[in-house]
Each structure stands twice: as structure tokens, then as C-alpha cells.
């Protein structure tokens, strides 16, 4: 046990001690992440509990198997690129939480360009699904909330 696991997560600083590498581990090649329990453990985040009793209590469901699916990859690729764009990991700026400025070069920009690309498209085929499971206005909000930054 450390001793972040012994602080209250609302004591602690958002995103304050993320594996960076093993993070980009888990993208996939086509640019998105999976929700997963190891990447809960990189964002300091409960995904049993969002995906099993927030997103389920609110609908995910109806989606079918294929649409919450590709939704959870969207709202884990989200969270991923807001720890990013929050933390400005290497220099590299948002226009938004879905839109590259101009970057400089770093090891992150071509896996991050691929995982905003992939999110926008993504988002798209999910018009106002933010709002219909009520976790926010928007995605910038909801990542935000879910990450408690």
C-alpha cells in the first residue's frame, strides 16, 4: 500500500501521479481506450462503479452490446485526452478537449492527434449522448467531473 492509497482522493491533487507510458500502452492502434479496471487504476477512477451503476442506472443499455461498447471506448478516450489536456502533458495545446492547436513535436502527438480524430468521429455517431445519460452538458464538463478536476 502507498500512501495515495491512504489519502481521501477528494484530498489529493487530480491526476497527480499518472504512468504516462503505461497509459499509452493501452491505446489501441486505431487511436481509442478501453474502459478498463487498469486504466480506473491510471486516472485514479472507479469504472466498475461508472460503468455498472451510474451509465447502466441511466440508460446505457439501450444502446445494445455494440453502441455501449463503442461509447465506453469514447468516454475513455476522452477521460485520457482531458488528463492530457489538463495536465498539458509535453507542451502539447488544445484548442479543445477534442481539438489539437499547433504542438510541438513530442513522443505523445501522433498517438494523441490519432485519439482526437478517432474521438471525433466516434462522437458524431453519439450526438447529445453526453446529456441523455446525464453525465454533463458536455464532454468537457463530464470528463472533468469524472476525473474530479
Not at 479496471?37 to 491510471?42: F, I, K
Not at 450526438?127 to 472533468?144: E, F, M, N, S, V
Request: aromatic residues 8%; hydrophobic residues 40%; proline residues 5%.
Amino acid at each position: 500500500m502507498n500512501l495515495q492509497d491512504t489519502v481521501p482522493r477528494s484530498l489529493r491533487a487530480p491526476l497527480s501521479s499518472v504512468d504516462w507510458p503505461q497509459l499509452f500502452k493501452l491505446q489501441n492502434q486505431d487511436g481509442f481506450w478501453q474502459l478498463t479496471p487498469e486504466l480506473g487504476m491510471l486516472l485514479d477512477l472507479d469504472v466498475h462503479h461508472l460503468i455498472n451503476v451510474s451509465l447502466a442506472k441511466n440508460g446505457i443499455q439501450s444502446l445494445g452490446t455494440k453502441g455501449k461498447e463503442k461509447l465506453l471506448q469514447l468516454i475513455a478516450t476522452l477521460l485520457v485526452l482531458q488528463a492530457i489536456y489538463f495536465k498539458q502533458l509535453e507542451g502539447l495545446i488544445f484548442k479543445s478537449l477534442m481539438k489539437l492547436g499547433d504542438s510541438p513535436p513530442s513522443w505523445v502527438l501522433n498517438p494523441v492527434r490519432k485519439a482526437t480524430e478517432w474521438a471525433n468521429r466516434t462522437d458524431r455517431e453519439f450526438a447529445g449522448i453526453c446529456q441523455r445519460l446525464q453525465l454533463g452538458k458536455h464532454w468537457d464538463d463530464a470528463t472533468k467531473k469524472l476525473l474530479g478536476i
